[in-house]
């Protein structure tokens, strides 16, 4: 199913919040400076830790789908011998880069994606890819589809993802929201309920039957049926 976010595209909206809040569009917390900063590394800590476990050694390059400010890529710049950070948005790609330069981070690129496809990225190139809090936000179906179908692309045989998506059931109220959200005049309703920063569930059936057709084996799931949905995955 594909939907627009009002008249922009799901890009020129995230280019607008990039440019007037960068960090609450990241985190609507209110975490902000190095306290952000921290929070993706332990995040990336966690996830690793989890995978190490498995046996799983950090050699080569990770992706980080969605890279935002690079929260997420400059920890796994320092767990892996490569990083790359995608995103949509000039202007995030723009503050992680100055924050890989402000913190002397050399092994890190940041490239831009059209939204679907990462043409920066060689195909099977990744040893790694990650995403979190992203394809929460996407309100196209074919675009959660599409983008896992690119990393599959972009990652070599064998090779694993840690990809999170909301997969909360859907009450009557999100139903509801649902309905309305799109036939509101934009800047009406709460703004973590708008585009594009609203988060967008989808049913966990249904995702795995994304990931299994892009060729990917689930090997395990963590907080199913929650928010915070995380799936670890290898390439088929
Ligand atoms: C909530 S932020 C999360 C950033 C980062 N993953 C983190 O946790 O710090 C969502 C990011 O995903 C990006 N994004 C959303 N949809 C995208 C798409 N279709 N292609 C590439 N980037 C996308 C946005 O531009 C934004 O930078």
Redesign the pocket.
């Known amino acids: 199913m594909r939907r627009d976010v009002g008249r922009r595209s799901?890009?020129d909206a995230?280019e607008e919040v990039?440019a007037v809040a960068p960090e609450f569009?990241?985190?609507t917390d209110g975490r902000r400076g190095e306290a952000f900063y921290d929070s993706?590394r332990e995040?990336v800590h966690q996830i690793l830790g989890d995978i190490a476990r498995r046996g799983f050694s950090t050699r080569g390059l990770a992706l980080?789908?969605?890279?935002?400010?690079g929260?997420?890529t400059l920890p796994l710049a320092t767990r892996f011998e490569r990083a790359i950070g995608?995103?949509?948005?000039p202007t995030?790609l723009r503050l992680a880069r100055e924050r890989a330069r402000l913190v002397g981070c050399a092994n890190v690129t940041f490239a831009l994606?059209s939204?679907?496809r990462f043409p920066d990225v060689a195909s099977a190139s990744a040893d790694f890819a990650l995403?979190?809090?992203?394809f929460q936000?996407?309100p196209s179906d074919d675009?959660v589809h599409a983008?896992i179908r690119e990393l599959q692309r972009c990652l070599v045989p064998g090779g694993l993802a840690w990809l999170q998506f909301d997969t909360r059931p859907s009450s009557l109220a999100y139903w509801l929201w649902d309905r309305l959200e799109r036939r509101l005049p934009s800047g009406l309703g709460p703004r973590t309920r708008r585009a594009?920063?609203r988060r967008y569930r989808r049913a966990s059936p249904l995702i795995r039957e994304w990931l299994v057709s892009s060729g990917f084996d689930v090997l395990r799931q963590s907080n199913p049926d929650t928010e915070l949905h995380g799936y670890l995955l290898r390439r088929s």
């Open positions: 799901t890009g995230w990039a569009a990241v985190l993706g995040t980080d789908f969605g890279c935002g400010m929260r997420l995608v995103d949509h948005s995030m994606s939204g679907d995403s979190l809090l992203v936000h996407m675009a983008n594009p920063l």
